[in-house]
């Protein structure tokens, strides 16, 4: 099985596209993605996520027998959500997912460590809360268009599991032995994969 992970670069905290962007992450794990890479693709888990502070929207899949497919599946996601008939139910109940992380307790000390980390204040996230709950099916489409359809050109993509022939670096994969097999061998490691690991 595969471990893979697809990011790009989109928007900073305060734009005004950061928050269609989380939605549009919600709307997809929970309606296309899920279906199409556990459900029918076989893997256990899968989906997409925005993140603000560091300005990154990407997808991953775990536990993938066919990576291949899923690849291909979150390559055509930004033309699935931007050509989708979303209901006002759909935004709703992603806003509602959205807002479990949003709203969450946090300690002190978490607090105030995004605070001085991150320089993002109160004003700031009360905005951003204003501008989720303002987050219509047309700034979905929108930010799926911009930053999926057109904007994923520059994706960092790595995929960990056996090497196979889909994978060469005649293709443009760098390929990365990790060295599983040995380091549990040698007493290191726990319960390991097959042999021949690859990081692209």
């Known amino acids: 099985v595969y471990y893979s992970a697809l990011a790009f670069p989109t928007v900073p905290y305060t734009h005004p596209s950061g928050a269609p962007l989380q939605i549009l992450s919600q709307l997809l794990t929970h309606k296309h993605l899920h279906h199409e890479i556990r459900e029918k693709g ?32 979150i ?38 460590m ?30 799926a ?8 050109e520059g994706y960092s993509l790595a995929v960990l599991g056996e090497k196979k022939d889909w994978v060469n670096q005649g293709n443009g994969w760098a390929i990365k032995n990790l060295e599983m097999i040995q380091a549990a061998e040698a007493g290191v490691g726990g319960d390991v994969g097959p042999a021949n690991p690859a990081v692209s």
């Open 114 to 143: 995004t605070r001085f980390v991150s320089g993002v204040d109160e004003d700031m996230e009360q905005r951003k809360r204003e501008q989720l709950l303002d987050v219509r099916k047309e700034d979905v489409r929108e930010v």
């Open 75 to 112: 390559q055509d996601s930004g033309r699935w959500a931007r050509d989708r008939d979303w209901t006002e139910q759909d935004l709703e109940e992603a806003k509602l997912s959205v807002f479990q992380s949003v709203d969450a307790p946090e300690s002190v000390s978490e607090e105030g």
């Open 145 to 152: 268009q911009k930053y999926i359809v057109e904007g994923m």
């Open 42 to 73: 076989g893997a256990y888990g899968g989906g997409a996520y925005a993140r603000g502070l560091s300005g990154l929207f990407g997808f991953y899949s775990y536990r993938d027998p066919n990576p291949q497919n899923t690849l291909s599946i």
